[in-house]
Antibody, heavy 120, light 107 residues
């Protein structure tokens, strides 16, 4: 059974940092691309970014709203995905989801999400 | 960026009704589109991939069609468990972009 479990959410101050993790199981993690998405309270879904697999040199893509502040990485030996969030803004407040993605397709499985609140 | 215009933003329907939701892309995206269902407090679940392929385990009353710039999600006979918010997502280019969502409510 495919499982994606996010952790690391919580309260952060504006300008602060937070690191989210996503633990994967039930599939060959190293083969797939991984995405982060988010959803602000009462709002729609927003793509945050992607990390490709080793065959594609772990290259990344980011939404303009987070580029230069957020960093996506992965550790295939631990079946884990990470989102390092720096210089947080109040508008980064959202539920953050990780999702797996086969090359050339849309994400098929999502985690349950972790809430990040940025507030002073 | 590719803009995805989804309509309607909400609709009220009865059990057994046929429901159609539309997404229009600001430029051609071939069939690089997925449809998702999201219930309150839950993660999105993929219903349709490649614009018209049914995700394994999803009931056959859900169907998708379209290519290029016009896409539709159809629920042939609405069931109580289908009341939710639906989103389209284009994965043709970066940044990935969603439609604004369609909230399907009980009439």
């Amino acid at each position: 059974e495919v499982q994606l479990v996010e952790s690391g959410g919580g309260l952060a101050q504006p300008g602060g940092s937070l690191r989210l993790s996503c633990a994967a199981s039930g599939f060959t993690f190293s083969d797939l691309y991984m995405d982060w998405f988010r959803q602000a309270p009462g709002k729609g879904l927003e793509w945050v970014g992607r990390v490709r697999n080793k065959a594609n040199r772990y290259t990344t893509e980011y939404a303009a709203s987070v580029k230069g502040r957020f960093t996506i990485s992965r550790d295939d030996s631990k079946n884990s995905l990470y989102l390092q969030m720096n210089f947080l803004k109040t508008e980064d407040t959202a539920v953050y989801y990780c999702a797996r993605c086969r090359q050339g397709s849309s994400p098929d499985y999502w985690g349950q999400g972790t809430l990040v609140t940025v507030s002073s | 960026d590719i803009q995805m215009t989804q309509s309607p933003s909400s609709l009220s329907a009865s059990v057994g009704d046929r429901v159609t939701i539309t997404c229009r892309a600001s430029q051609g995206i071939r069939n690089d589109l997925g449809w998702y269902q999201q219930k309150p407090g839950k993660a999105p679940e993929r219903l349709i991939y490649a614009a018209s392929s049914l995700q394994s385990g999803v009931p056959s009353r859900f169907s998708g069609s379209g290519s290029g710039t016009e896409f539709t999600l159809t629920i042939s006979s609405l069931q109580p468990e289908d009341f939710a918010t639906y989103y389209c997502l284009q994965h043709n280019s970066y940044p990935r972009t969603f439609g604004q969502g369609t909230k399907v409510e009980i009439k």
